[in-house]
């Protein structure tokens, strides 16, 4: 009964610590900090109305995520963001929500076509039958997602990460919470920015040469998406100044 009223009084949700990680993270990764000095644990209890216990906690975790810094006689210090870990799913998930930004969305896909289109060519080789089947699957969701029967947001992260998931490589595997984050916002956007949703024919292409073991066809075809991509962003830019 105490954790729930206290719930209720700090506006957090049930799980404190998460709930005021997710509060001070946002904050963190917008700027809210930037001008004015880290609140200490027990500030922190206050303005949220929960224990120190709870605050020494969401402190402990939002340090492990490169976010704080506990110094001797500085106090707690918001790190520079070239310290934060941006493979973390929640940091790179408070980036993409606050302003949005073109150069974020360049440097995500940078990261992609470095990424998926070696996914894709290993999937072709290393793949196995349930990897194929869910690869195939994901496909079968977008088309059923053209006919408005599944979600083609979803559908086309489930593409994606099914790739990643076939490709036999165990740090390409690991990366895929980190790229069905992103891709959310960044599908999103592109969708929102082109007036258009994900090419079908296009995944259909990469699917097909996975399942042919056809590994150069395979990455050609994913460099393809995310080049269109690429070139939807670069529609979106206002033009330089003559």
């Not at 904050?27 to 922190?44: M, R």
């Not at 930004?101 to 992609?112: A, G, P, T, Y």
């Amino acid at each position: 009964m105490a954790v729930t009223a206290q719930a209720h009084r700090s506006g957090l949700g049930r799980n404190l610590t998460h709930g005021l990680v997710d509060t001070l993270g946002r904050a963190i990764v917008v700027g809210e900090y930037d001008a004015t000095a880290f609140p200490t644990e027990a500030e922190l209890a206050k303005q949220h109305k929960v224990s120190r216990s709870v605050t020494r906690e969401a402190v402990k975790m939002l340090t492990a995520k490169g976010l704080l810094s506990a110094r001797p006689r500085q106090g707690t210090i918001v790190r520079l963001r070239e310290y934060w870990n941006l493979f973390d799913t929640d940091i790179l998930r408070w980036l993409l929500e606050r302003r949005f930004s073109l150069d974020l969305l360049v440097q995500f896909n940078q990261l992609r076509i470095a990424l998926e289109p070696e996914a894709a060519a290993l999937a072709a080789t290393h793949a196995t039958e349930e990897e194929r089947a869910a690869i195939r699957a994901g496909l079968d969701r977008m088309r059923d997602a053209e006919r408005g029967e599944d979600e083609l947001l979803a559908a086309d992260i489930a593409f994606h990460v099914a790739i990643l998931e076939g490709s036999g490589n165990p740090f390409y595997r690991q990366l895929s919470d980190m790229v069905e984050t992103a891709l959310r916002t960044s599908i999103r956007f592109t969708n929102r920015i082109d007036g258009r949703t994900a090419s079908v024919a296009a995944h259909a292409a990469v699917c097909e040469a996975i399942l042919a073991g056809d590994a150069s066809g395979a990455r050609l075809a994913m460099q393809r998406i995310i080049a269109d991509v690429f070139a939807i962003i670069d529609g979106a830019k206002p033009p330089a100044p003559e």
